[in-house]
C-alpha cells in the first residue's frame, strides 16, 4: 500500500504575515493485481511499462520512477504489464538454464512498495509468444490497455522474434494516438546493473553487490522441514527450509549472516547453504540457525533477508572442529547485523 499526502488549500490565518494553517488528510491506494490482460479494465490515462522485471533492481526501478511520474502529471495511473512463467522458461523448456531473483509474490511487493498502481500478470504460452510486433501495439497496447504513454528500457524489444524495437514504436505512436519515452542504460559505478549479472553476483555467493544491484536484500523463503537434528546435537539448532519456488536463484554454497523473519518477527540468525561436508552430507540444504530462538517451527514459512557472506562451506577434522568454527561464525553474524 502507497501513502500519500493531500494538502488542502489553507482556511485560516493570524492575519498578513501571520501563520496559515494547512490541513493534509492521507490518500492511499493498494496496487490492483490482474491475472491476464483481459481481466484489466481500461483507465484514463494509462502511462504503461512492460518486461519480465526480474529481481526489480535500480535500473528497473528508474523505469518504474518515470513511470508513476508521468502517470501523476497527467492524473493518470502507471500500468505494468508482465508475464508468468518467464518467456525463457516456454520458449526453451528443456535449455532455458534460468534461475529467478524474485518469485511472484516477492515481485508483487516489491511492485506495490515502488508506487506501481495496476499490475497485469499475463500468462506467457507459445501462442502469445507468436504475436507480431505490430498486433502487440494494436491489439494489446492500444484496445487492451489504452495506453496514452508508453515507458520502455533501453534496448527494449517485443513481438515474434523479437522484431519490435523503439524506433518501431515511435514510429507507430502518432498512428495510434500514444507516446513513446525510452529510459537510458543506468549504471551503477560505470557497470550496467542488469539481471543476469545480479545472477551472476548470487551464484558467487556475492549477495552485498547482489543486494545493492537490486536496492533492497536478496530474500529466501520456504517452509520448515524435517531434518536430522546434529545441529540440535552441536548447540545450534537450525531450521531446514523447503523452498517455494524451484526456479529461484540460490546463492553459492557458504555461511550467510542473515535476518529471519518468523511471522512477521524479526530475528539474527545465520544460514547455511550447502552438503555438510565434515558429516559425509550429500544433499544440498538450506539451514538456518535463529539467535535467541526456541520454539517449534515445523510446517511454518519463513523469510531469510540475506545480508553478507562469512565463509565457504569447509569440511573439519572433526564435528568438535566445526562446532568451534559455529561459534566463530555467530560472533561474525551478530557483527554483520
Same mark, same amino acid.
Given at each position: 500500500?502507497?501513502?500519500?499526502?493531500?494538502?488542502?488549500?489553507?482556511?485560516?490565518?493570524?492575519? &498578513?504575515?501571520?501563520?496559515?494553517?494547512?490541513?493534509?488528510?492521507?490518500?492511499?491506494?493498494?496496487?490492483?493485481?490482474?491475472?491476464?490482460?483481459?481481466?484489466?479494465?481500461?483507465?484514463?490515462?494509462?502511462?504503461?511499462?512492460?518486461?519480465?522485471?526480474?529481481?526489480?533492481?535500480?535500473?528497473?526501478?528508474?523505469?518504474?520512477? &518515470?513511470?508513476?511520474?508521468?502517470?501523476?502529471?497527467?492524473?493518470?495511473?502507471?500500468?505494468?504489464?508482465?508475464?508468468?512463467?518467464?518467456?525463457?522458461?516456454?520458449?526453451?523448456?528443456?535449455?532455458?538454464?534460468?534461475?529467478?531473483?524474485?518469485?511472484?509474490?516477492?515481485?508483487?511487493?516489491?511492485?506495490?512498495?515502488?508506487?506501481?498502481?495496476?499490475?497485469?500478470?499475463?500468462?506467457?504460452?507459445?501462442?502469445?509468444?507468436?504475436?507480431?510486433?505490430?498486433?502487440?501495439?494494436?491489439?494489446?497496447?492500444?484496445?487492451?490497455?489504452?495506453?496514452?504513454?508508453?515507458?520502455?528500457?533501453?534496448?527494449?524489444?517485443?513481438? &515474434?522474434?523479437?522484431?519490435?524495437?523503439?524506433?518501431?514504436?515511435?514510429?507507430?505512436?502518432?498512428?495510434?494516438?500514444?507516446?513513446?519515452?525510452?529510459?537510458?542504460?543506468?549504471?551503477?559505478?560505470?557497470?550496467?546493473?542488469?539481471?543476469?549479472?545480479?545472477?551472476?553476483?548470487?551464484?558467487?555467493?556475492?549477495?552485498?553487490?547482489?543486494?545493492?544491484?537490486?536496492?533492497?536484500?536478496?530474500?529466501?523463503?520456504?517452509?520448515?522441514?524435517?531434518?536430522?537434528?546434529?545441529?540440535?546435537?552441536?548447540?545450534?539448532?537450525?531450521?531446514?527450509?523447503?523452498?517455494?519456488?524451484?526456479?529461484?536463484?540460490?546463492?553459492?554454497?557458504?555461511?550467510?549472516?542473515?535476518?529471519?523473519?518468523?511471522?512477521?518477527?524479526?530475528?539474527?540468525?545465520?544460514?547455511?547453504?550447502?552438503?555438510?561436508?565434515?558429516?559425509?552430507?550429500?544433499?544440498?540444504?538450506?539451514?538456518?540457525?535463529?539467535?535467541?530462538?526456541?520454539?517449534?517451527?515445523?510446517?511454518?514459512?519463513?523469510?531469510?533477508?540475506?545480508?553478507?557472506?562469512?565463509?565457504?562451506?569447509?569440511?573439519?577434522?572433526?564435528?568438535?572442529?566445526?562446532?568451534? &568454527?559455529?561459534?566463530?561464525?555467530?560472533?561474525?553474524?551478530?557483527?554483520?547485523?
Amino acid at each position: 500500500m502507497v501513502l500519500e499526502l493531500t494538502c488542502l488549500k489553507p482556511v485560516s490565518s493570524s492575519g &498578513r504575515g501571520g501563520i496559515f494553517r494547512y490541513f493534509c488528510q492521507p490518500k492511499t491506494y493498494r496496487l490492483k493485481v490482474f491475472h491476464s490482460i483481459d481481466e484489466f479494465q481500461k483507465v484514463k490515462g494509462a502511462v504503461v511499462t512492460t518486461g519480465t522485471f526480474d529481481g526489480v533492481h535500480v535500473g528497473h526501478r528508474k523505469i518504474i520512477d &518515470r513511470l508513476n511520474e508521468i502517470a501523476q502529471k497527467v492524473n493518470g495511473e502507471s500500468v505494468l504489464l508482465t508475464f508468468h512463467p518467464h518467456p525463457r522458461m516456454v520458449l526453451f523448456p528443456d535449455d532455458h538454464g534460468l534461475e529467478l531473483i524474485t518469485a511472484m509474490d516477492e515481485k508483487i511487493k516489491l511492485l506495490e512498495d515502488s508506487g506501481v498502481q495496476n499490475l497485469i500478470i499475463h500468462p506467457f504460452t507459445r501462442e502469445f509468444s507468436r504475436i507480431t510486433s505490430i498486433d502487440f501495439i494494436r491489439d494489446i497496447l492500444v484496445d487492451k490497455l489504452g495506453t496514452s504513454v508508453l515507458v520502455i528500457g533501453y534496448d527494449h524489444h517485443f513481438g &515474434r522474434n523479437r522484431e519490435g524495437s523503439f524506433e518501431h514504436l515511435r514510429e507507430s505512436g502518432p498512428l495510434y494516438g500514444f507516446q513513446v519515452e525510452e529510459i537510458s542504460v543506468q549504471d551503477v559505478d560505470d557497470v550496467a546493473v542488469s539481471s543476469t549479472k545480479i545472477r551472476k553476483a548470487l551464484q558467487d555467493g556475492d549477495v552485498r553487490t547482489a543486494s545493492k544491484y537490486l536496492a533492497h536484500s536478496y530474500q529466501l523463503s520456504g517452509t520448515v522441514v524435517h531434518g536430522d537434528k546434529l545441529g540440535r546435537e552441536l548447540g545450534y539448532p537450525t531450521a531446514n527450509i523447503q523452498m517455494e519456488d524451484k526456479n529461484k536463484v540460490i546463492p553459492a554454497n557458504g555461511v550467510y549472516a542473515c535476518y529471519v523473519y518468523v511471522n512477521e518477527n524479526k530475528f539474527n540468525g545465520m544460514l547455511n547453504i550447502g552438503t555438510r561436508p565434515t558429516v559425509s552430507g550429500n544433499i544440498r540444504r538450506i539451514e538456518v540457525n535463529i539467535f535467541d530462538f526456541d520454539e517449534e517451527l515445523y510446517g511454518q514459512r519463513l523469510i531469510l533477508e540475506l545480508k553478507q557472506r562469512i565463509r565457504d562451506e569447509k569440511k573439519f577434522d572433526d564435528v568438535e572442529g566445526l562446532k568451534d &568454527r559455529l561459534a566463530i561464525d555467530k560472533n561474525l553474524a551478530e557483527g554483520m547485523l
